[in-house]
């Protein structure tokens, strides 16, 4: 990690993802979780202030120290027991069955393995949890997707790992999960490549036998 990665980009990312159209985009996905909730890439802690009272305890897992400080604040602001946990998602130190929702939010473009991780999901998923999701990725249109693949080794590096062209809803099923609810949408005011939307629940799909 340089100067770049540490200091620079964090408030970048967290200057972008914070803008209000996209706090109300979290204020969407978030208003349905409850109990027992690990959000996998914490990141600077946007989500927080938008987790409603029916979670009873929120597990953040996030591998960097991204804007320590922010984070602090954030988590003083709340009422929410919240308990950091510094791993990386594709191996997560939690034992089978244990949450009632997993969230990702803009998180699945940067995991480095990320049907590893959705695997890792679906495992401390309860029987009858559910995964949130709110990312974007690689687009249905052939044109858009091209300038995408162009584009993506040039993002891996200014976004710090960031991918643009991930197909979100392919990775799920990939990593064991069973797509309830998928809606594809574009943000406005944002280029193609970065503003495909992905949201949607999924649930663990049944073992084959
Ligand atoms: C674009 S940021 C999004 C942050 C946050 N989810 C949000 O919605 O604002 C991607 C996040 O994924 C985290 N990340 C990167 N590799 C990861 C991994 N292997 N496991 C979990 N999180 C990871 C990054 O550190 C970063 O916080």
Redesign the pocket.
């Known amino acids: 990690m340089g100067f770049y990665a540490d200091q620079v980009f964090p408030r970048l990312?967290d200057w972008t993802?914070g803008a209000r159209r996209f706090q109300e985009y979290?204020q969407q996905v978030l208003a349905q979780v409850g109990g027992t909730v690990l959000?996998?890439?914490?990141?600077?802690g946007?989500?927080l202030p938008h987790y409603p009272k029916t979670v009873s305890s929120l597990t953040a897992?996030?591998?960097?120290i991204?804007l320590p400080h922010t984070v602090t604040r954030r988590l003083s602001e709340g009422s929410l027991m919240v308990e950091i946990v510094r791993v990386?998602?594709?191996a997560m130190p939690f034992e089978a069955g244990r949450f009632d929702w997993v969230v990702?939010?803009?998180?699945l473009?940067?995991?480095?393995d990320a049907v590893a991780?959705l695997r890792e999901v679906r495992r401390v998923l309860k029987p009858g949890g559910r995964f949130v999701f709110l990312e974007h990725g690689r687009s249905d249109d052939a044109r858009v997707a091209k300038w995408q693949d162009l584009l993506n080794p040039l993002q891996r590096i200014i976004?710090c790992?960031?991918n643009l062209n991930r197909p979100i809803g392919a990775l799920i099923a990939k990593g064991g999960l069973k797509v309830k609810r998928l809606d594809r949408f574009r943000l406005p005011y944002v280029p193609r490549i970065a503003g495909e939307m992905y949201r949607g629940v999924a649930v663990p799909a049944p073992t084959k036998d």
């Open positions: 990312m993802l979290r959000e996998i890439g914490f990141g600077t946007l989500n897992l996030e591998p960097a991204l990386s998602a594709e990702s939010t803009w998180t473009c940067t995991i480095p991780a976004a790992g960031c």
